[in-house]
């Protein structure tokens, strides 16, 4: 899971998919066990009480 600020001028998606695009670039998922078959990802973006939330999976046979 990554959280992203949005600052005046940002848009909520954008944020959000820059946050998902941040965890496979920096490799979050290394270092997790093999035994764990499906990782959930999450990008998420805030302004206030305002989210967006952009999802993907690994599924590891």
Excluded: H, S, W
């Amino acid at each position: 899971m990554e959280l992203k600020v949005v600052n005046k001028g940002d848009v909520l998606e954008t944020r959000a998919q820059e946050a998902l695009n941040q965890i496979f670039e920096k490799q979050y998922c290394v270092g997790i066990p093999g035994e764990v078959k499906t990782i959930l990802l999450f990008g998420i973006a805030f302004e206030g009480k305002k989210a967006f939330v952009v999802t993907d999976a690994i599924n590891r046979d």
